[in-house]
């Protein structure tokens, strides 16, 4: 916002109103400092380190949303989160009708977030950037083929992402061939995101603002949780993360992310009150920690949920 702007809209509220909104954002960054905090002392026995985490909150509360961060603009490795990139870009591409909507698509966009299916994924990456694997490719192809495959990139760069690099396929074994080439020898060009820009993308999709309502919606029917049904596998989607820190009555929208050396989470939780919270948490270096990334988000929403 421009200084001046933000002059004018300071000076036509009354003190009580400057101070009224200067001390409900502080004390969601200072809520947010203090759980970081006390979950790193908890979990000192591991060494879990400040730098392994990465946190932001945006709280929306009678149509006036708040936010605060730590480390929330930092890049991190993401996971399967990156998939919530994919089925936004899917999207835009269908509405601009670069992308045909067919059966077959969207299978493949249900199973990747729902399921968080990388074989999937791979179809739809495929679909937006017109790429496929294969084997390695001579220079000039390579690069035409790189061009094409960072086209999603260019799409939310133009957005005013920061932070985002999407542009890999998620891989188990892999990648091989033209995919290993792309990635680079030392793993340079890896799928990136910060916690800030997941958390924006989310909150788009939450308040139906990205592309369009309906297709929000759509996307919204992806990310339905239930946490408080049987689990099927207690590492799942809605059972595994912040699902854990969920007291009954609570709704989750949510797309995880996991490997052996990251576990991260981009939620959004709404309480019976009505009160939304998007709540993105990744953690570095403790994958084998279920309980670390529930307990930081008890920590929060605990405090959310009661706050006036």
Not at 69 to 86: D, E, H, W
Not at 165 to 184: C, H, I, L, S, T
């Amino acid at each position: 916002m421009p200084r001046s702007v933000l002059r004018n809209l300071l000076l036509s509220m009354g003190s009580a109103a400057i101070l009224a909104f200067a001390a409900h954002a502080a004390s969601l960054q200072q809520a947010l400092d203090q759980a970081v905090a006390d979950t790193v002392l908890e979990f000192a026995p591991t060494q879990l380190k400040p730098e392994q985490l990465a946190v932001t909150v945006r709280v929306i509360r009678n149509g006036q949303e708040e936010k605060a961060g730590f480390r929330g603009n930092v890049p991190i490795y993401p996971a399967s989160v990156i998939k919530l990139f994919y089925l936004v870009a899917a999207h835009r591409w269908m509405e601009d009708q670069k992308l045909k909507d067919t059966p077959e698509l969207r299978r493949a966009m249900h199973d990747m977030i729902v399921d968080s299916s990388n074989d999937a994924t791979h179809y739809v990456l495929d679909a937006l950037t017109e790429t496929v694997s294969g084997p390695e490719l001579p220079s000039a192809e390579m690069a035409l083929w790189a061009e094409n495959r960072n086209s999603v990139n260019r799409f939310f760069a133009h957005q005013g992402f920061q932070g985002v690099n999407a542009n890999q396929k998620p891989w188990g074994d892999g990648p091989y061939g033209r995919d290993r080439q792309f990635v680079g020898e030392t793993f340079t060009n890896r799928n990136m995101l910060t916690t800030e820009s997941t958390a924006r993308l989310l909150s788009e999709i939450v308040s139906g603002k990205s592309i369009t309502e309906k297709r929000s919606g759509e996307m919204m029917d992806l990310l339905l949780r239930d946490p408080f049904s049987k689990p099927q596998d207690p590492d799942d989607q809605a059972h595994g993360f912040t699902g854990i820190a969920l007291k009954p009555g609570a709704k989750l929208w949510s797309k995880a992310g996991w490997t052996s050396t990251t576990r991260h989470d981009a939620a959004c939780v709404e309480f019976p009150g009505g009160t939304q919270v998007i709540l993105v948490i990744f953690t570095v270096g403790h994958a084998k920690e279920r309980s670390l990334l529930p307990a930081l988000a008890s920590r929060l929403l605990n405090g959310l949920e009661n706050a006036p």
